[in-house]
């Protein structure tokens, strides 16, 4: 946007976007406000606008546009007009009135927070305006300035650096105690009427809890906080006592609580605020009870998370300080969340699942089975109250469906059962709920919670048990089709997690497999069913093979049973291990049949010319996975040298098909993404066989990829390079298909965003590049394209997307790494001097853009693979990267009395020294994040 716009043109726009009912015309003043938004014209517009005040609409868009110049494009404005700008917002802050949106108070609030962090000039802001504001008709959005200011330093949404934030902290403790005067005096001003009073009230307890957030409040005499003490005061609820229950008061008061325990996790030496927090917080036991008979749901949650946050800040000493016959005293904190997972409603039990799995990694950590033993009756009644809230309501008829909150639910159960299990053993646990099955009058619903619970230790139950799975796997066999079709369900998904147990019990098999078959038919129990088998069939296929053909018979017959084809490809993929480890001579056969049930429905609709439909047979996408999961499966080992592959015959029977498929479905990606799938693991089950399919597979992929550009048929590549590049017959044709994919690649590469825009053929194409390194070295390092390669991984190294991103570090790795390592091999020197040549060209600069792109670009969780080339470049030649790295340190930003996103030169000096001694990934890698925080 060249020119300002006039302000009726903008009210016009903002107009249409809340009330014009025509969809476009909504979509294309959405686009023109965006622009608007983005360009610098955008200041005065909001200025102007929330002067002018026209109309709320207009007012919000100024407010909100306002804020979002200020966090995402502060660096537009020159020093010289920050105080022009604050004075201004002051203003428009001091216009605030009582009929005010809240929407826009906060919005306004935001953008004063956000240039108070980015203006360092501005100092003791926070005491600025509460000497300007601090009168009653101000206390509101004050007391909200004061809320976000705090929360905006804490986010890193807005790109301070560590020194900035450092100063601005520094600068609220300065400040704390005048806030928590002022603070004080709101709740000593309003506590008297707190229903009255509640959004003032509310406010001042979560403004409180921002600053005590980022430990801009010293933690001494916290016990004697009139703010903390009104807190316990709003949560000790008792309706019999006439006080009236109000949320917004209790979620503030329950954030506060919950705010300074976890203050305790770094401030572990304020027993006064300890003992204070842990006495208090068990007072309110009865206000849970009374909040649980009145059926107020809401607060019986809050009560829970404060239990909970509680036990986890004490957790460690719960741990570490009980001892057999002397549990450490805050052991009766489990005890009041216990309480609190027996709660009618399932969502109270689930606040409570992380503090179960930090104890369970905390004494699976020390392994320490008579400290454990202390907690097995802990465990036990959370297993049994998990087990009552699995229960499915008794009037279903039918068994959850996906995406059912319940039946989430019910999977995070299964996960942390499996998480807690060895505590009590989980032997022991399945024992358990297989006893509470004999009790006289269990219901269905109450069967089939146990036997959900069985299944998430079923895996897990040693093969020695003789007593009950036994019984278990017999009453699954015999049970009456009449019974609840979701115990049923259930218990067919049971049989095949006792898949291992099953392995050692050969003898149960036969029935186990009879009975899967039979229940596959069986209306509802399909899905559980392949399931099941599945598992057995994967687990027990050295034992399973005289069944095969019944198998296959099956498999013939399976699209008549109305199961998902995600099931089905599960089945095609445990016969497939089956069929595997099956006499070589018996394979070929098997493996025939199973792939012709894919192929020859394919060949159909190819011929036919038949129209793809998505999800049904005229799909060749459902196809291709079925043989992708034969192809993957089939993995044959141990083949006398000389012998034919069994898989050979079949992979140069089912080629032609997949190269017809190539040809005629080469325009939707989908479609080949699946081929290129089957490719890829036909070219793993026999490649060294099977080369009579390369130079068409080859010609065929470069054809296309060069005018569809699909980035599978790169995959593909990588694939053949894998299997084929230490061939020396092959690592000729193979660097010519290389060289045929490099000009469309960059073609696409370097259009506007190019990179951007196509991160998957970034991954493939580097992923192809690696193999290439890794497989044929020499034949790599030698290639007349490894300079627009490596020039291209350097633009590369700055995208921000994982799979890409990893790629180009591995790319890198694996150049690097080749002039270091196979030292006695004869072509050593000679890669090492490549490696160097490469080096000495284009080291400086893939050391500056890799800093870089730590510092502006990527995020934190891509560090180690960056810190993984940083090692090799060191381990390489250290005092040549430590010069590189002193250079490319040099390019970034520096502190200066006008810039707050930098680091000074001490300290990128003290990073420099630090990381050319670093000697692992790991190490590095605290480096980078060093260096980062002093740019976010």
């Known amino acids: 946007m060249d020119q300002k716009p006039n302000l009726d043109v903008v009210v016009l726009a903002v107009t249409t976007l809340y009330q014009n009912p025509d969809r476009k015309e909504k979509e294309r003043a959405s686009k023109w406000l965006l622009e608007l938004q983005g360009s610098v014209h955008a200041w005065t517009v909001a200025d102007e606008l929330l002067h002018q005040k026209r109309d709320l609409e207009s007012c919000y868009f100024a407010a909100q546009t306002m804020r979002s110049k200020i966090h995402q494009s502060f660096h537009e404005l020159p020093i010289e007009v920050y105080g022009s700008l604050r004075d201004s917002l002051l203003e428009h802050f ?38 300007r504001f601090s009168n009653q008709s101000y206390i509101y959005p004050l007391v909200e300035i004061l809320t976000v200011l705090p929360e905006e330093l804490e986010s890193r949404s807005v790109r301070l650096g560590e020194n900035r934030r450092q100063e601005v902290l520094e600068d609220l403790k300065e400040c704390s105690p005048t806030v928590i005067e002022f603070l004080t005096h709101c709740c000593t001003t309003y506590a008297g009427n707190l229903l009255k009073n509640s959004l003032i009230i509310a406010r001042t307890i979560r403004c409180f809890t921002s600053w005590v957030s980022v430990e801009a409040v010293s933690l ?46 770094n401030n572990n030496n304020q027993i006064e605020l300890e003992n204070y927090l842990f006495n208090n917080i068990l007072q309110l036991e009865s206000s849970y009870h009374y909040s649980v008979a009145n059926e107020d749901q809401t607060r019986s949650m809050e009560y829970c998370r404060l239990f909970t946050e509680l036990a986890e800040s004490f957790l460690d000493k719960i741990v570490s300080s009980s001892a057999p ?65 699995c ?42 709920m297989f006893l509470n099955l004999q009790n006289a009058g269990v219901t269905w619903d109450q069967t089939e919670a146990a036997l959900y619970i069985m299944r998430a230790v079923g895996k897990y139950v040693l093969s020695s048990e003789n007593e009950v799975v036994p019984n278990v796997i017999e009453a699954i066999i015999n049970i009456p089709e009449t019974t609840h079709i979701a115990v049923r369900y259930t218990s067919v ?25 039979h229940a596959l038919a069986q209306p509802g129990l399909g899905a559980a069913a392949a399931n099941a088998l599945q598992n ?63 192929v020859n429905p394919l060949c159909h609709l190819i011929d036919q010319n038949v129209s793809p439909t998505k999800g049904t047979k005229t799909d060749p996408v459902m196809w291709f996975d079925r043989l992708s999961s034969i192809l993957r499966h089939v993995i044959v080992n141990n083949i006398p040298e000389g012998e034919v592959h069994p898989c050979k015959p079949v992979i140069l029977e089912i080629w032609p098909v997949l190269s017809k498929a190539f040809d005629k479905y080469q325009n939707d990606i989908r479609i080949m993404e699946r081929c290129c799938r089957s490719v890829r693991f036909m070219l793993r089950c026999a490649s060294h066989q099977i080369h009579e399919v390369l130079q068409t597979l080859v010609g065929q992929i470069v054809r296309i990829y060069s005018v569809h550009k699909h980035s599978c048929f790169l995959y593909v590549g ?138 502006f670009y990527l995020q934190m969780y891509l560090l180690p693979e960056v810190s993984d080339v940083f090692v090799q470049l060191l381990d390489f030649n250290r005092t040549t990267t430590s010069k590189w790295l002193m250079n490319g340190l040099d390019t970034l930003p520096k502190r200066n009395n006008g810039g707050i996103m930098a680091a000074t030169p001490e300290q990128l000096n003290d990073l420099h020294v630090t990381f050319i001694r670093a000697t692992s990934s790991r190490s590095v890698t605290y480096v980078l994040k060093d260096l980062i925080r002093y740019y976010r």
């Open 94 to 131: 001091n216009q605030i009135t009582e009929d005010t949106s809240r929407i826009i108070t906060t919005q306004l609030c935001l953008a004063l927070a956000d240039l108070i962090l980015q203006m360092p000039s501005w100092q003791r802001a926070t005491l600025d305006l509460i000497n």
């Open 220 to 265: 001494n005499r916290i016990s004697d906080s009139v703010i903390v003490n009104l807190a316990f005061q709003i949560l000790d609820f008792r309706p019999h006592e006439g006080k009236e229950s109000n949320i917004q008061l209790s979620d503030a008061a329950t954030d506060c609580i919950c705010t300074l325990l976890r203050s305790l996790e």
């Open 325 to 389: 016959n002397n549990m450490h005293h805050s052991v009766k904190i489990l005890d009041l969340v216990l309480m609190c997972v027996g709660h009618h409603d399932y969502e109270v039990a689930e606040i409570t699942f992380n503090l179960w799995y930090l104890l369970s990694e905390q004494l699976y950590q020390l392994s320490n089975n008579n400290i454990s033993d202390l907690f097995r009756p802990y465990i036990e009644r959370l297993i049994t109250a998990l087990c009552r809230h």
């Open 391 to 432: 229960q499915m309501e008794p009037d279903c008829e039918g068994i959850l469906e996906d995406g059912d909150e319940f039946k989430d639910f019910r999977i995070k159960v299964s996960e942390l059962i499996r998480d807690v299990a060895f505590i009590v053993g989980s032997t022991s646990c399945f024992r358990q």
């Open 493 to 517: 998904l049971l049989l095949g997690e006792l898949c291992e147990w099953i392995e050692s019990h050969s003898q149960v098999l036969d029935p186990v497999l009879n009975f899967l078959i």
């Open 536 to 598: 057995i069939c994967a687990t027990c296929s050295d034992n399973l093979s005289r069944h095969v053909p019944i198998l296959l018979q099956l498999l013939h017959q399976i699209d008549t049973f109305g199961i998902s084809d995600e099931a089905v490809v599960g089945l095609f993929k445990g016969v497939s291990t089956i069929i595997a480890v099956m006499p070589l001579n018996e394979i070929t056969p098997a493996m025939r049949e199973l792939c012709l049930m894919q």
């Open 718 to 855: 990588s694939i053949l390079v894998d299997e084929y590049a230490t061939d020396p017959r092959c690592i000729g044709g193979l660097i010519d298909m290389l060289q045929m994919f490099i000009e469309p690649t960059f073609q696409m590469l370097q259009e506007e965003h190019g990179l951007r825009n196509h991160p998957d053929t970034v991954d493939d194409f580097f992923r192809l590049c690696g193999r290439f390194i890794r497989r044929a070295p020499m034949s790599f390092l030698q290639c007349s394209a490894l300079v627009p390669i490596i020039q291209c991984a350097l633009l590369a190294s700055q995208l921000d997307h994982k799979e890409a991103n990893v790629s180009v570090m591995k790319f890198f790795c694996d150049l690097i790494n080749q002039g270091q390592t196979g030292q006695s091999q004869p072509d050593y020197a000679e890669r090492h001097k490549l490696v160097k040549d490469i080096l000495d060209q284009f080291g400086q600069q893939l050391v500056t853009s890799l800093l870089q792109a730590c510092v």
